[in-house]
């Protein structure tokens, strides 16, 4: 197997690539985050865009590998280190290395390609999914020739594979969660008129937008700080993102109106059965009624109803999400130091200061 290599820049590498690229993805059936639109909206929204190439690798000038990473000087200790970040610093969910060939290749071609420019000291890859061909490639020392791996476990992701129909779900679980789905959309009739509306198409990007900000100004996110609007990233990355979505017919989003006010929302992408909750909130004047529930239950209903495989909550573990589904999978964020004796003294030094997390040597 001859396998061409290139690391491109990431605007050079979607002019030539996009549409092998995305092709790629569709391929393998890897999570949506990993295509090629959505990682360059995560690149812009968090202003990384000049420091993101893309590792390339072509067999017989067929694409085969696709990696993007953030190559970055830091400064840890007053020591100017090397870092590669892969997934480029954007937002990727269920991380792994898209690639049709083994990803240790990869990851070894990655770094003769950068030794080449400069030596590198410490990979970083976030939000990796375990139990994947990536995540093995990583953990193992030998891959990279390095001196250390950490493996610092991160986002419990509960997901709930769609088997049979919403009503026979219903029946598997206890009397609590059925009495709770029945009182849901009474007690929102019961606070005013209220409607669920339901968006997909680009046409209705704008007021889906508009209603999602509206309720995140009322939530208690506002309160908190963390409401979409007090976050320049987080601000620039959704409003990207909801017309790539739609554009791309992966927009699912619904919202509640009580009384032609919009009170919760849950934007979800729904991708070949895969239906993934990306942001939902509700308003907190109308906590009482527990409109969140309520719209993340009409959500479940219809991902059921029309036949989807999956409805993943993404994020981390939290009661409201374990109500629906035992299952769960597992992340983390691995570092790869290099066999360089910054690297080591590094990562000696952090081992010194913090507790460690999980070693390979």
């Given at each position: 197997?001859?396998?061409?290599?290139?690391?491109?820049?990431?605007?050079?590498?979607l002019?030539?690539?996009?549409?092998?690229?995305?092709?790629?993805?569709?391929?393998?059936?890897?999570?949506?985050?990993?295509?090629?639109?959505?990682?360059s909206?995560?690149?812009?929204?968090?202003?990384?865009?000049?420091?993101?190439?893309?590792?390339?690798?072509l067999?017989?000038?067929?694409?085969?590998?696709?990696?993007?990473?953030?190559?970055?000087?830091?400064?840890?200790?007053?020591?100017?280190?090397?870092?590669?970040?892969?997934?480029?610093?954007?937002?990727?969910?269920?991380?792994?290395?898209?690639s049709?060939?083994?990803?240790?290749?990869?990851?070894?071609?990655?770094?003769?390609?950068?030794?080449?420019?400069?030596?590198?000291?410490?990979?970083?890859?976030?939000?990796?999914?375990?139990?994947?061909r990536?995540?093995?490639?990583?953990?193992d020392p030998?891959?990279?020739d390095?001196?250390?791996?950490?493996?610092?476990?991160?986002?419990?992701?509960?997901?709930?594979?769609?088997?049979?129909?919403?009503?026979?779900?219903?029946?598997?679980?206890?009397?609590?969660?059925?009495?709770?789905?029945?009182?849901?959309?009474?007690?929102?009739?019961?606070?005013?008129?209220?409607?669920?509306?339901?968006?997909?198409?680009p046409?209705?990007?704008?007021?889906?937008?508009?209603?999602?900000?509206?309720?995140?100004?009322?939530?208690?996110?506002?309160?908190a700080?963390?409401?979409i609007?007090?976050?320049?990233?987080?601000?620039?990355?959704?409003?990207?993102?909801?017309?790539?979505?739609a554009?791309?017919?992966?927009?699912?989003g619904?919202?509640?109106?009580?009384?032609?006010?919009?009170?919760?929302?849950?934007?979800?992408?729904?991708?070949?059965?895969?239906?993934?909750?990306?942001?939902?909130?509700?308003?907190?004047?109308?906590?009482?009624?527990?409109?969140?529930?309520?719209?993340v239950?009409?959500?479940?209903?219809?991902?059921?109803?029309?036949?989807?495989?999956?409805?993943?909550?993404?994020g981390?573990?939290?009661?409201?999400?374990?109500?629906?589904?035992?299952?769960?999978?597992?992340?983390?964020?691995?570092?790869?130091?290099?066999?360089?004796?910054?690297?080591?003294?590094?990562?000696?030094?952090?081992?010194?200061?913090?507790?460690?997390?999980?070693?390979?040597?």
């Amino acid at each position: 197997m001859q396998i061409e290599w290139q690391l491109l820049p990431i605007d050079a590498a979607l002019a030539q690539y996009r549409g092998t690229w995305q092709d790629l993805c569709d391929s393998l059936g890897v999570n949506p985050s990993l295509a090629p639109g959505w990682v360059s909206l995560g690149c812009d929204a968090l202003q990384v865009r000049s420091e993101v190439q893309v590792l390339l690798g072509l067999e017989n000038s067929k694409l085969v590998a696709v990696l993007p990473v953030r190559l970055t000087s830091r400064r840890v200790w007053g020591i100017s280190l090397q870092a590669v970040e892969l997934g480029g610093g954007a937002v990727n969910y269920h991380a792994e290395i898209v690639s049709s060939v083994e990803p240790a290749v990869i990851l070894r071609a990655l770094a003769a390609v950068l030794q080449q420019r400069k030596r590198w000291h410490v990979l970083i890859a976030p939000n990796i999914l375990l139990g994947t061909r990536t995540a093995a490639a990583l953990q193992d020392p030998a891959t990279l020739d390095a001196s250390h791996v950490e493996i610092q476990p991160s986002e419990r992701s509960p997901y709930l594979p769609l088997q049979g129909s919403w009503d026979e779900y219903l029946a598997t679980r206890n009397k609590s969660f059925r009495y709770s789905v029945r009182r849901q959309e009474k007690d929102a009739a019961a606070a005013g008129t209220s409607e669920i509306r339901w968006f997909s198409e680009p046409q209705q990007v704008a007021e889906f937008w508009q209603a999602l900000l509206d309720i995140e100004a009322r939530s208690w996110k506002a309160e908190a700080g963390r409401a979409i609007s007090s976050r320049p990233v987080e601000l620039r990355y959704n409003e990207a993102l909801l017309p790539y979505l739609a554009d791309q017919g992966m927009l699912l989003g619904n919202v509640l109106f009580i009384d032609r006010e919009p009170v919760a929302y849950n934007l979800c992408c729904n991708y070949r059965g895969w239906v993934g909750q990306l942001k939902t909130s509700f308003d907190n004047q109308h906590a009482k009624i527990r409109p969140g529930a309520l719209i993340v239950q009409s959500m479940v209903q219809r991902v059921f109803d029309s036949q989807q495989r999956e409805f993943d909550f993404l994020g981390d573990l939290q009661p409201h999400k374990l109500e629906w589904t035992d299952a769960i999978r597992e992340h983390a964020e691995i570092r790869v130091y290099s066999s360089t004796w910054l690297a080591r003294l590094m990562h000696r030094m952090k081992r010194a200061i913090e507790r460690p997390a999980v070693v390979s040597e």
